[in-house]
Antibody
Framework: QVQLQESGPGLVQPSETLSLTCSVS????????WSWIRQPAGKGLEWIGR???????KYNPSLKSRVTMSVETSKNQFSLKVSSVTAADTAVYFC??????????????WGQGILVSVSS | DIQMTQSPSTLSASVGDRVTITCRAS??????LAWYQQKPGKAPELLIY???TLESGVPSRFSGSGSGTEFTLTISSLQPHDFATYYC??????????FGQGTRLEIK
């Protein structure tokens, strides 16, 4: 059974860098595209970006200047960094697997999510 | 960006009812549309992709239809655990992927 688990600090200082990791178990990280999605409390879903193991990335233009995603295949993990955070970056962050059908860019498996608060 | 607009924002219904949620795209997305169910404090779960393909394990009372700019999610006979928030998502391209604002399905 494939599972995703987010980890990282739950509190980040304003202007600092938010760093999260998604650990994948039950499947090779090399076999899919992977994404990060976030959800502020009581609000909708915002796609942050996606990555493939060869380092191919695509980011939401609204966040592109502050976002970096990377993969560590030896650990079967992928990561997210968001720099210069503000209170507007406070949200539950989900990692997710991109579906494997042709042309797929939907998310067929999600982590449980991790709440990250930006506050001093 | 492609804007996705869901209606209604909130829907009140009873167990056994047939309900329909609509999602409209600001431009044609062919059939590149997915639907998700999200319960409080949980991650979204994929219900339907390619507008009408049911994800494995999803009950057949869920169905999706539409193409171009207008799509619907139908639940044929509401069950107690179907009360949740539903999101549509377009994936015409990764530039960027966008979601609808959500439809909260509540018990009447």
């Amino acid at each position: 059974q494939v599972q995703l688990q987010e980890s990282g600090p739950g509190l980040v200082q304003p202007s600092e860098t938010l760093s999260l990791t998604c650990s994948v178990s039950g499947a090779s990280i090399s076999s899919h595209y992977w994404s990060w999605i976030r959800q502020p409390a009581g609000k909708g879903l915002e796609w942050i970006g996606r990555i493939f193991t060869i380092g191919s990335t695509k980011y939401n233009p609204s966040l592109k200047s502050r976002v970096t995603m990377s993969v560590e295949t030896s650990k079967n993990q992928f990561s997210l960094k968001v720099s210069s955070v503000t209170a507007a970056d406070t949200a539950v962050y989900f990692c997710a697997r991109v579906g494997s059908t042709v042309g797929a860019a939907y998310f067929d498996l999600w982590g449980q999510g991790i709440l990250v608060s930006v506050s001093s | 960006d492609i804007q996705m607009t869901q209606s209604p924002s909130t829907l009140s219904a009873s167990v056994g009812d047939r309900v329909t949620i609509t999602c409209r795209a600001s431009q044609s997305i062919s059939s590149w549309l997915a639907w998700y169910q999200q319960k409080p404090g949980k991650a979204p779960e994929l219900l339907i992709y390619m507008a009408s393909t049911l994800e494995s394990g999803v009950p057949s009372r869920f169905s999706g239809s539409g193409s171009g700019t207008e799509f619907t999610l139908t639940i044929s006979s509401l069950q107690p655990h179907d009360f949740a928030t539903y999101y549509c998502q377009q994936y015409l391209s990764f530039s960027p992927i966008t979601f609808g604002q959500g439809t909260r399905l509540e018990i009447k």
